[in-house]
């Protein structure tokens, strides 16, 4: 009596060419976008009301420099979160309307990301059948900043920007009466959306780390 035929089962190993790694250390990704996430809705929480900032009856033109350059600071400790906030909205208002720098910009982020921070350390970079080293990659970053953002319209923009946004909070700094703001005694001198920019930096650093120490 013959014996069934048996079928063929192709036993693929975990080293098989049909796997192949992601472009990017997705887990060091994910916590990188948590943090960050977190760090912002905590430093938008602390913002002030907007009735108190728009409030006209607070209005009132400052009598000389002095007593300017004192409101901007009074104001400015008071309503940091919403002057900064009010910056990015300026910034990204601007990278909107010139959409050739949004996406220079964009652009070099993800180099950054893609290419340096979050790549596997042990997937090499190729690139016409030659391989760059991290050296070589993180040269070639930071060149292609220098050039974006001092050779380029891009840098002009992000400064004029800046420029504008901070004129305006100058202008509502100088002309808001402080005299009915209260700060809290026990708050901090870094409270607020300054303490979010450092907990966002220090987030960034620490999700990038392990993914730069293997390369250094």
Request: hydrophobic residues 50%.
């Amino acid at each position: 009596m013959a014996s069934p035929a048996t079928l063929p089962i192709a036993n693929q190993s975990p080293g098989g060419g049909s796997q192949s790694q992601p472009p990017i250390a997705t887990p060091a990704f994910r916590v990188f976008l948590s943090r960050l996430s977190t760090s912002i809705r905590h430093g938008l929480s602390q913002r002030r009301p907007l009735y108190e900032l728009v409030d006209r009856t607070s209005m009132a033109r400052p009598e000389n420099l002095t007593d300017a350059v004192s409101r901007i600071r009074r104001n400015f400790s008071y309503f940091k979160v919403n002057y900064i906030a009010f910056l990015a909205v300026v910034l990204v208002l601007s990278l909107v309307t010139h959409p050739f720098s949004l996406l220079v910009l964009l652009s070099l982020l993800g180099a950054w990301l893609f290419l340096y921070l979050f790549r596997p350390s042990d997937q090499p970079l190729v690139v016409f059948g030659r391989t760059f080293s991290d050296r070589e990659i993180l040269g070639l970053l930071v060149v292609m900043t220098v050039v974006v953002v001092f050779l380029t319209t891009v840098g002009s923009l992000l400064i004029s920007s800046v420029m504008i946004g901070l004129a305006l909070v100058c202008t509502h700094g100088a002309f808001r009466v402080p005299e009915d703001l209260f700060l809290d005694d026990q708050e901090p001198a870094n409270a607020g959306f300054l303490s979010f920019l450092g907990n966002a930096a220090s987030s960034a650093a620490a999700a990038a780390a392990p993914a730069v120490a293997s390369r250094v």
